[in-house]
């Protein structure tokens, strides 16, 4: 399996511009001669980090993007697995990642768990409560959403589930660039799962720190972006997954018990 991740320069509350951007992304990626199984976007790819507009600018449930991603796939023969979107529904309006197979259907959705308090989402947003393992062909795939990343018993228990394979969309600011780097390792070697991680970028102090990447279960870069926008891949095989963890057994060494 192929897996591709888009890094975008966001635009904030334009809606149509995004989609464009999606669209012209994709369509380039796949001129180019290449392919991929499966994509995955920046966290709040349709609106950017909106968060005093969302009650303008969020759909009802997130359809409108899911009705053109469906179309996406169904003419590009591919899912997308992850890229959030601002959704919303009558509890709230909810950072939602989506699974949408090939044939354009939405199979799931994860709901972003953790909300950051130092940038007042829970003002704006309604936290999800529940995780979400799903299969894609195959291989089974954890979901989670930028600051999730921060919360590795979260992370580890995607793990205990069952995920082979993280998915990880985020609009990560610049200036905490070096964690992001660094807990995106950490989560792929403690939890010896491939990892794909999609940020934003956007330059300035202010802005999003990009470094999108492909993590291998051992942690090695499988591909990366560093500041510029772009569609990168990479192909996994989650025997190699079976593999590290027979070789460095550490969940048949875990002791939750004592944790």
Not at 19 to 28: A, E, K, P, R, S
Not at 103 to 109: D, F, H, N, S, V
Not at 146 to 154: A, G, K, S
């Amino acid at each position: 399996m192929e897996i591709a991740f888009a890094q975008m320069n966001v635009v904030r509350g334009d809606r149509q511009a995004n989609f464009n951007q999606v669209d012209q992304l994709i369509t380039d990626f796949f001129a180019s001669g290449k392919s991929a199984d499966l994509f995955l976007l920046p966290e709040l790819w349709s609106t950017g980090y909106a968060l005093e507009e969302l009650q303008s600018l969020a759909s009802d449930g997130g359809d409108e993007e899911a009705e053109f991603l469906g179309k996406l796939a169904r003419k590009h023969d591919i899912w997308f697995a992850g890229g959030s979107v601002a959704a919303k529904t009558s509890s709230g309006i909810y950072n939602r990642a989506q699974i949408i197979n090939r044939r354009g259907e939405l199979e799931a959705i994860y709901d972003k768990v953790h909300l950051v308090p130092m940038l007042n989402e829970p003002r704006y947003l309604a936290a999800g409560d529940r995780r979400c393992v799903h299969t894609i062909e195959g291989v089974r795939f954890g979901f989670a959403i930028c600051y999730d990343l921060r919360f590795c018993e979260f992370i580890r228990k995607l793990a205990v589930d069952g995920a082979e394979v993280l998915m990880i969309p985020a609009q990560w600011p610049s200036v905490r660039s070096e964690h992001w780097k660094t807990l995106l390792q950490a989560r792929a070697i403690e939890n010896q799962c491939y990892l794909f991680a999609a940020n934003s970028y956007a330059p300035g102090p202010k802005g999003f720190a990009g470094n999108s990447i492909g993590l291998g279960p051992d942690g090695s870069t499988l591909c990366r972006f560093e500041h510029e926008t772009g569609v990168n891949s990479a192909v996994i095989d989650n025997a190699i997954v079976a593999q590290i963890r027979r070789d460095v057994p550490v969940f048949a060494n875990r002791r939750p018990e004592l944790y």
